[in-house]
């Protein structure tokens, strides 16, 4: 394997502050595994050559269907999961006629517009921090996030700045930046700037009206895994 790919590979965890045991990675034998599996691992790879979501069953069917070992080795990145959705409204910008209404970026403010969370489905939102294999080493390590089809990931909704904030991997630690937004970023509650927030397992990012937790590998198959049993519970 080369070089810059296995560096890739070691930052692709999300690493603690507790002590964590290393990732066992299964033989090659293994790591193709049954068919049905295979099939799902390609249809992870075949989700990032283009921006935007994981296919949220898709990774809800390899949880279920592997180990974590399997599951960790298969996703090998961190993950933005949608958590909630802020009440709020937009408010139109200083921008005049027609076209300014519609390219501007709205503002965003607090209230109780229950209207805003019709139809949203944020906690099936999984964007996978990950690449299309082919790019060069600075673009595998940052990720860019705004509401324009040259952002890495895409909110395409009005709160969202074209450039919003990009998250950039410095040795081993996932980092959030802002990029000048409107609506702003948050890391817990606690707005950013344009300096870097690392981020850590669990973390609660917000994006404008967007609320998203920061998981590794891991803790996402161990999500999947309770939201499908929660499914099946309230299917019978």
């Not at 999300?14 to 390609?42: E, F, K, Y």
């Not at 895409?154 to 700045?161: H, P, Q």
């Amino acid at each position: 394997m080369f070089s810059w790919l296995r560096r890739i590979l070691r930052v692709s965890e999300v690493p603690r502050r507790s002590t964590q045991s290393p990732v066992v990675r299964p033989s090659r034998a293994h790591a193709r595994g049954p068919g049905a599996t295979q099939r799902l691992i390609d249809s992870l790879d075949d989700l990032v050559k283009a921006p935007g979501k994981g296919c949220y069953r898709t990774l809800v069917e390899l949880a279920t269907t592997s180990t974590k070992d399997d599951f960790i080795y298969a996703v090998h990145c961190p993950a933005f999961v949608g958590s909630g959705i802020r009440d709020g409204e937009l408010e139109r910008g200083a921008a005049s006629g027609r076209a300014g209404k519609w390219q501007s970026t709205q503002m965003f403010t607090q209230s109780k517009i229950a209207e805003l969370l019709e139809g949203a489905s944020i906690e099936q939102s999984i964007f996978l921090l990950r690449k299309p294999m082919g790019l060069s080493l600075s673009g595998l390590r940052q990720f860019t996030i705004g509401r324009t089809q040259d952002n890495d990931i895409l909110m395409n909704d009005f709160a969202i700045s074209r450039s919003h904030a990009v998250v950039e991997i410095r040795g081993e630690v996932y980092y959030v930046k802002d990029l000048g937004s409107s609506n702003g970023t948050y890391v817990n509650g606690k707005l950013i700037d344009d300096r870097g927030t690392p981020l850590e397992d669990g973390d609660i990012v917000r994006f404008a009206r967007y609320e998203f937790q920061f998981l590794s590998a891991g803790a996402l198959y161990e999500l999947l895994r309770q939201r499908s049993v929660a499914e099946n519970d309230l299917a019978t």
